[in-house]
């Protein structure tokens, strides 16, 4: 057995809720692997560089001590040697000499490995080289900064490879050492420190590094963007799709509903004729049977015509039209309209007016269906002006062609109603009025038709206050 499911407005939004969530989830799953990744480069290539300018900094504290060696004995041959010979034989002792000599050797030294000293004599050209092939060997390709920095002078001295002029703490004014990128870079190890002194450091900033870090993932992030947006776009497009269904299934419930009040009163009307002529006492009197027989009669051409209009809307929706194309004299149609209609109009109390003003009324067009549009507009300004209906319908040249509009001050319609009244099965709510019948097919017919004139048509309309449509059929039609 078929069971057919109804979604409710609930379980839709449910639906939509559990799916907005999902994607949301998988997206910040997506970025939060992603961020990882990056994060482990970031890692990887930290590692790399610290590795690397501690190995610049063994490079130069071995050349430090080289060239303070080379210092020192430099030193000690220029040392005078009757100078020693007599501090030797003024001690007293051979053990005293000896210590004589050793702290000699240590005052020496300390001289030569001042902490300080060594950081200001560093070899600008061997410390570029020395950054260079570190950075090189750890697979490092990327654009940098460095300096040397002293804090004896709270300054750079060195920057890029070249000597900064250093005067003190004037050198630069705050405002400059903030806008200098060696004051936020990450990666800093000192140079020459000792358990009493830190004379400085060497400072790394890799300007580029995280535009580095993030092109290594850019590939997987676009596609994970992409894939994401693609499956956004089809949710979207599938909840819209539901919404519009939904919206279609209960026009087309709303249509059937229509659809039997409207034949269920002339077949009950024609049912009732049908007995009465049947009744023996009727049936003798010629002038009431022909009474019911006419009853009948328009019953079925109401019902004849109900069909036909459904008929039409599914020839309409195949694009099977064909239109008999003949000269129409517009105003003679608007004429003819105005008078079926106008009983209906005056019994409520109301009128209709006509300022036909077009001076090219005649048109190529089929008369029928132009015919068929002027009945729906009037037929829907007298169904929607509940009282004393005050209708205009009025004519002017259009370029190219000719305009008419039927203004009417009944109920009206909202904006967002306006968007929808050419929809098949569409019927204006009516609020607490229960008496404006209609299959919902008047206006989308209405569209149909004009749009196969290749004409225009638009209505404005203000709630409580009325409606007017405006219809352009060319004067001419094309034909090829």
């Known amino acids: 057995m078929n069971k057919f ?3 409710t407005k609930k379980a839709i939004w449910s ?6 969530l999902s994607l949301i989830g998988v997206g910040l799953i997506q970025f939060f692997w992603i961020k ?4 482990l480069d970031e890692k990887n290539f930290n590692d790399k560089v610290t590795l690397a300018l501690s190995n610049v900094k063994k490079r130069l504290n071995l050349d430090a001590e080289t060239l303070a060696e080379k210092k020192y004995y430099e030193k000690r041959l220029l040392e005078p040697v009757s100078i020693l010979d007599e501090i030797i034989r003024e001690d007293l002792t051979k053990g005293a000499s000896e210590l004589s000599q050793r702290i000699k050797e240590l005052e020496y030294k300390s001289s030569i490995y001042d ?4 950081l200001e004599n560093i070899d600008i050209k061997k410390l570029d080289k020395y950054l260079k092939t570190e950075l090189e060997s750890k697979e490092i390709d990327l654009r940098y900064e460095y300096g040397v920095y002293s804090n004896r002078d709270n300054a750079y001295f060195i920057e890029n490879g070249n000597y900064a002029a250093t005067i003190g703490d004037t050198t630069k004014s705050s405002n400059v050492a903030a806008m200098n990128p060696l004051y936020k870079a990450e990666y800093k190890i000192s140079l020459f420190a000792d358990e009493m002194n830190d004379p400085g450091h060497l400072n790394l900033y890799f300007p580029g590094k995280s535009r580095f870090l ?7 992030l676009l596609s994970s963007v992409v894939f994401t947006g693609l499956i956004l776009v089809c949710f979207s497009y599938t909840v819209w799709v539901i919404f519009h269904q939904k919206k279609v299934s209960e026009m087309k419930t709303d249509f059937i509903n229509n659809m039997t009040h409207e034949f269920k009163t002339p077949i009950a009307t024609i049912s009732l004729a049908s007995d009465s002529i049947l009744n023996p006492s009727i049936l003798e009197n ?3 049977v022909s009474r019911f027989i006419n009853i009948i009669k328009q019953e079925n051409k109401r019902m004849l015509g109900q069909v036909e209009k459904v008929l039409q809307m599914a020839q309409i929706e195949k694009q099977n039209v064909e239109l008999k194309l003949n000269d129409v004299d517009l105003h003679e149609l608007i004429q003819d309209a105005v008078v079926n209609a106008e009983l209906k109009v005056q019994a409520k109390g109301g009128r209709i ?3 036909l003003e077009a001076s090219k009324y ?17 037929d829907n300004a007298e169904k929607y002006t509940p009282k004393n209906p005050d209708i205009i319908i009025s004519t002017k040249d259009g370029r190219g062609g000719v305009e008419f509009s039927i203004s009417d001050n009944g109920i009206g319609m909202a904006k967002d109603t306006l968007k929808l009244i050419f929809e098949r099965f569409y019927r204006v709510h009516t609020g607490n009025l229960h008496n404006v019948k209609g299959f919902g097919l008047g206006l989308s017919y209405v569209k149909a038709m004009v749009d196969a004139h290749h004409g225009k048509v638009s209505v404005k309309s203000e709630l409580g206050k009325g409606s007017t449509f405006t219809v352009f059929l060319p004067e001419k039609q094309n034909t090829k």
Do not use: F
């Open 115 to 118: 902490p300080y000293q060594l």
């Open 36 to 39: 990882r990744a990056v994060d």
């Open 214 to 220: 993030w092109s290594n993932v850019i590939g997987i």
């Open 286 to 288: 010629k002038e009431r």
């Open 353 to 355: 007016t006509t300022n």
């Open 5 to 7: 499911v109804v979604m």
């Open 362 to 378: 005649i048109i190529t067009g089929d008369v029928t269906h132009i015919s068929s549009i002027i009945n729906n507009l009037l």
């Open 15 to 20: 639906i939509i809720i559990i799916m907005s």
